[in-house]
């Protein structure tokens, strides 16, 4: 089991002293020059939507122009590849890349783009909860894939980060079936746990971390930026992820992680991790805010689901973009009047719409009741 994690403090971006720190993360963890020279190396960023990069909801610019020079300084041949959500269609991504704020220099530094939207089946005869994933074709052609995540927080799954960040490697609109698949939140993170391990099975899996910037709150779409000036790598997104969950307090209460644990991909006790650089000690936070939805001691998770806490929009902030709509796996979501409209009986409480909406449009409603309970 990898246990190694490079860990560095860094409280701006500053493309330069990022890629100084990477160089020293990759000597580390022993990924020399050599390690990626000649190889075809498929970048996925976290592109979730169309946001500047203050707003922490996308990899920052900075970070991902960094690896993108380091890499080919060191002779690999770099694409850039994601998969957001929606259609995932050439246009789609163009617009996506555009939005990114890289494009245009990581052109010059002569990265590419991918613009393949074909997908492969690929078997995953161990899966627990998927026996087998369609993949984007870059992401199956690439010799390495460097996972370039932002670490966030999620209502679905408390946390999003390494392995969550593999789930952009699903073609566009299938993510949406996924979720109404695997809807509920156990079974779901069993899901993004097979698929990471298939990924990692095929190829080296490279997890690089904006920390530098994170979101805390009502993330991964519309949290607050939450400082952490943290940087970090490793060779296992479970490790990267656990250091992490260390990093902003959750301890032992991310279910994705915790299964992680039970399956042998990470060390049970966070302790066990090998921690290269920076002390985890240095830059951990004790009040990092979880996500609303999350907010619920396991008592309270036994309560009937219609009073549990629930995506509500608001009327005055919605513009009738119809984005959540399009990403409703329930289909439960209808426009009217030009604004959206939740038909709650059918409503899985997946939080893609709240996720995905560009406005902020969608907050999440406790019912009286709940709110007593709490209490
Ligand atoms: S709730 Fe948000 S995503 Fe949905 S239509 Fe309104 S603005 Fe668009
Ligand atoms: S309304 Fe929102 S939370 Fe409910 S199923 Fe649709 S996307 Fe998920």
Do not use: W
């Not at 990899?59 to 995932?88: F, K, M, N, W």
């Not at 219609?306 to 513009?319: D, Q, S, W």
Request: aromatic content about 6%.
């Amino acid at each position: 089991m990898e246990t190694a994690v490079a860990l560095s403090k860094c409280e701006q971006y500053d493309k330069e002293q990022i890629k100084t720190l990477l160089q020293q993360h990759f000597h580390s963890l022993d990924l020399e020059p050599e390690f990626f020279s000649g190889k075809y190396v498929v970048l996925k960023p976290n592109l979730l939507s169309r946001r500047e990069p203050e707003k922490a909801v996308t990899t920052h610019p900075a970070v991902v122009l960094a690896v993108i020079e380091l890499l080919i300084s060191y002779g690999a041949r770099v694409t850039v590849a994601e998969s957001p959500a929606g259609l995932y269609t050439e246009n789609a991504l163009r617009e996506a890349y555009k939005a990114s704020g890289f494009m245009e220099e990581a052109k010059k530094a002569g990265a590419e783009f991918n613009y393949d939207v074909t997908s492969r089946d690929v078997p995953a005869p161990n899966g627990v909860a998927c026996k087998g994933f369609h993949i984007i074709t870059p992401i199956c052609e690439a010799d390495i894939v460097l996972n370039l995540c932002k670490l966030k927080t999620h209502s679905l799954t408390k946390m999003t980060n390494g392995v969550k960040n593999l789930f952009g490697t699903v073609p566009g609109g299938e993510k949406v079936e996924m979720h109404a698949r695997f809807s509920n939140s156990g079974v779901f993170a069993q899901m993004l746990l097979d698929l990471c391990e298939t990924i990692c099975a095929a190829k080296p899996v490279i997890t690089v971390c904006d920390a530098i910037l994170a979101m805390e709150g009502e993330g991964p779409g519309t949290g607050t930026p939450r400082k952490l000036n943290a940087l970090l790598t490793s060779k296992s997104p479970y490790a990267l992820d656990l250091a992490c969950c260390q990093l902003i307090g959750f301890g032992n209460t991310v279910e994705m992680i915790e299964l992680e644990k039970k399956r042998g991909l990470c060390p049970a006790n966070p302790g066990e991790l090998n921690i290269i650089g920076t002390p985890l000690e240095e830059l951990a936070v004790r009040d990092f805010k979880e996500p609303k939805s999350q907010k619920l001691p396991t008592l309270i998770k036994l309560i009937p689901s219609f009073l549990k806490p629930r995506p509500v929009i608001n009327r005055e902030v919605c513009v009738g973009c119809g984005q959540c709509k399009r990403s409703c796996p329930a289909n439960t979501i209808t426009m009217e009047k030009n604004k959206a409209f939740i038909h709650k009986k059918n409503c899985i409480r997946c939080f893609c719409c709240q996720e995905l909406c560009p406005y902020k449009a969608v907050d999440i409603k406790r019912s009286f009741i709940f709110e007593k309970i709490m209490k």
